[in-house]
């Protein structure tokens, strides 16, 4: 019998709450013995949560992925469930062909998010002080508190925190952690897209008492320091929080608070915590009973659009899985030194330490080992050291950081207690990546091409930390436009990317906009006027129409190139061209074929293959690819033959350019032949 296996809305995690959608369209996966078997009629059915039917509708179509909302509208915070039943015609087991029905799906929760602005009761609050050491140009994180007290002996129907920040949150209340997400909301252009988070609350709370509600925050991108240009302060210099909390009860009375003066502020025992230096605890300076708690400021100026905050369009970062330390090293130095046999992104966690007060002890990471010793070269400026200082007072038990991450595999300890035996069951490792779901895989009879496979993967989880990176290592890791185009299709075949990167896209297209049409080198741009960072690069820039067709064609997902269509069309015009023939105007340094493995040691970015060769080759794929977008947009006549009349005349130019009558330019390399092929 035919079953409905999956069911989700838009690109989000089936039950998802706080979507932003108010028609969300609808996607579901189908299994069971039946050969052959079509769908061929769908039934979908909303209810109320209590179970009362709202609509049903039936439909004659094969279709089953992004299916249109048949409803209402759903309104701010509205929640409803969703049911899907379907019908097909296959052929049973000894291949008699038979027509059935499956039994309706699991129903899933649809819940939308705030979906305008007037809907957040709140403000942005800030601590009323200065949080910056400035010597140090980083951010002490901070502590919000405020309480709630709800009413006795009446039953808590659903109850929701709405929340986001400027840096990287983690909220608990009652002292207990609430959600899974880690480092949220993520990183995008803050300066026009903030996203939001939605979690449900009702097992955290309780009626009938004052519930503490506490949100730590810390620099993360929005003023932290990025990248090699070791920038800070981005997006704002001072720490904030938005969040709402909304509290339905069983009587039919709603109780809601949000950010505003009367929530308090006080620093906590983590230091310092910077995403590519570390993160300091000190134990020794834990919230109390006598901490003092300071006044917060509202800022008059937040948001500056009321389209600033947005619910998220794929799943969050979380922690996706646990290593054992799988070797104790001893270096030629004596340093103790963890191995865990892979490289992954994330941190350790320490399950058991005890020991004297002010004991300091230190780990850093690294990726690989270097005559022995850990190798912390490769890691340029970023410092990769978590520092956990112990208070005297027991044992600290599971201690991990909040708000810092890296990709290693080597951890080097020092300051360990001396009356503690170092064991490797004091340590796991911790993996964190945005939380896609495995979509494809490989395997054959050579191991060695199934470790290539398993570095592929593993790179990727390492590098979509919430938009896709270069490196998670060193003193970069930034959404460069490059990798990810060449990486897109490989991307979209491992994983389900599509929410991901559909927000990442979007971010693209708001830096595209500021920059006059051209496609900066990395997404969300922070590197200001670094080199070419907003110069205009083939491969680079070709992004614009590359990802979303790959993303259309791994999914179906129309809206890709709809959304995308005129970022496509500024990008091929904001391209430099020759006057004479519609080529890459050759003046200057090209990125092209970035780090040939060929080039000289001493000179690694000069490739051995012509860099304009490189940008012309992908000139032409993507005006041709250009011509298939509008096609199958159903453009005007008028539009498809621009476009292709442009492949046509640049194939055309690129052959009186690059190739002979007897075959390619004999000074071309081997990467000349590949790129030719476009």
């Known amino acids: ?223 932290g320091s990025l990248a090699f240009t ?51 605890y000190d134990a020794r300076e834990k919230i109390h009973s006598e901490t ?57 966690k320490v399950k058991e330490v005890d020991g004297p007060t002010g004991t300091t002890i230190k780990f850093q990471f690294a990726e690989v080992l270097e005559n022995g010793e850990i190798g912390t070269r490769p890691l340029r400026s970023a410092k990769c050291l978590d520092t956990l200082i112990l208070d005297g007072n027991g044992p600290i038990t599971d201690w991990e950081p909040k708000f810092t991450f890296r990709g290693f595999r080597y951890v080097e300890v020092a300051g360990w207690p001396e009356e503690l035996t170092l064991t490797a069951r004091n340590f796991v490792g911790v993996v964190i990546h945005t939380d896609m779901e495995i979509t494809g895989s490989f395997r054959c009879s050579n191991p060695l091409l199934n470790q290539l496979h398993s570095n592929i ?72 006027d670094f080199g070419p960072g907003k110069s205009a690069e083939a491969v680079w820039g070709d992004v614009a129409v590359m990802l979303p067709w790959t993303l259309y064609t791994t999914t179906g997902d129309m809206s890709m190139l709809v959304r995308h269509y005129e970022s496509m069309k500024d990008w091929l015009k904001a391209i430099p061209r020759s006057e004479t023939t519609g080529l890459w105007k050759q003046d200057g340094y090209k990125l092209a074929d970035w780090l040939d493995p060929s080039a000289p040691p001493d000179d690694p970015v000069n490739a051995m293959t012509d860099m304009y060769l490189v940008c012309d080759s992908f000139l032409v794929h993507v005006t041709t690819l250009m011509a298939k977008i509008a096609a199958t947009l159903s453009k005007s006549r008028a539009e498809q033959t621009f476009y292709q009349d442009q492949a046509t005349a640049l194939r055309r130019a690129f052959a009186d350019e690059y190739i002979t009558p007897s075959g390619p330019h004999p000074n071309n390399k081997p990467t000349q032949p590949n790129v030719s092929q476009c």
Request: charged share 25%; hydrophobic share 35%.
């Open 1 to 223: 019998m035919v079953q409905i296996t999956k069911l989700w809305c838009e690109h989000h995690e089936p039950n998802t709450i706080g979507i932003g959608e108010s028609q969300p369209r609808i996607s579901w996966t189908t299994a069971g013995e039946e050969r052959d078997w079509k769908q061929t009629s769908y039934e979908i059915e909303l209810t109320h949560p209590d179970g009362r039917l709202i609509d049903s509708v039936k439909v004659d179509s094969s279709e089953s992925r992004l299916v249109q909302w048949p409803f209402k509208a759903l309104a701010s915070h509205e929640q409803a469930h969703l049911r899907v039943q379907v019908s097909g015609v296959g052929a049973d087991t000894v291949g008699a062909v038979s027509s059935n029905s499956s039994e309706g799906s699991a129903p899933i929760r649809v819940e939308a998010g705030l979906l305008q602005w007037e809907d957040w009761k709140c403000n942005l609050i800030e601590p009323n002080e200065a949080t910056e050491i400035v010597p140090e140009k980083r951010h002490r994180p901070v502590t919000f508190k405020r309480n709630l007290q709800l009413p006795p002996d009446i039953a808590i129907a659903r109850a929701r925190l709405y929340i986001t920040a400027h840096g990287i949150y983690e909220a608990r209340i009652n002292n207990s952690r609430v959600g899974d997400h880690i480092l949220a909301p993520g990183w995008t252009s803050y300066q026009s897209r903030l996203t939001y988070q939605t979690y449900d609350i009702g097992l955290n709370l309780v009626s009938g008492q004052d519930n503490e509600i506490q949100v730590e925050v810390a620099e993360g991108w929005f003023c």
């Open 230 to 280: 070791r920038r800070h302060n981005v997006y704002g210099s001072r720490l904030g929080l938005i969040a709402m909390v909304v509290v339905e009860l069983e009587n039919g009375d709603t109780a809601c608070i949000g950010t505003d003066d009367a929530w308090r502020w006080a620093h906590g025992p983590i230091v310092k915590a910077g995403l590519l230096d570390g993160e300091t």
């Open 292 to 348: 003092i708690w300071k006044k917060v400021q509202s800022n008059p100026d937040f948001p500056s659009s009321p389209r600033l905050l947005t619910a998220p369009d794929g799943p969050p970062i979380r922690k996706m899985q646990e290593f054992e330390v799988k070797e104790i090293i001893k270096s030629p130095s004596g340093k103790t030194i963890l191995d865990f046999g892979q490289n992954f992104a994330g941190w350790i």
């Open 457 to 528: 993967v593993w790179s990727m989880r390492g590098n979509f930390v919430g938009i896709p990176t270069d490196c998670p290592q060193r003193d970069e890791r930034l959404g460069w436009t490059g990798d990810i185009n060449v990486f897109g299709d490989t991307a979209a075949y491992l994983f389900d990317v599509s929410g991901m990167l559909t927000s990442w896209l979007k971010d693209m297209m708001i830096e595209q906009k500021e920059a006059g049409g051209v496609v900066p080198l990395v997404i969300p741009y922070i590197l200001g």
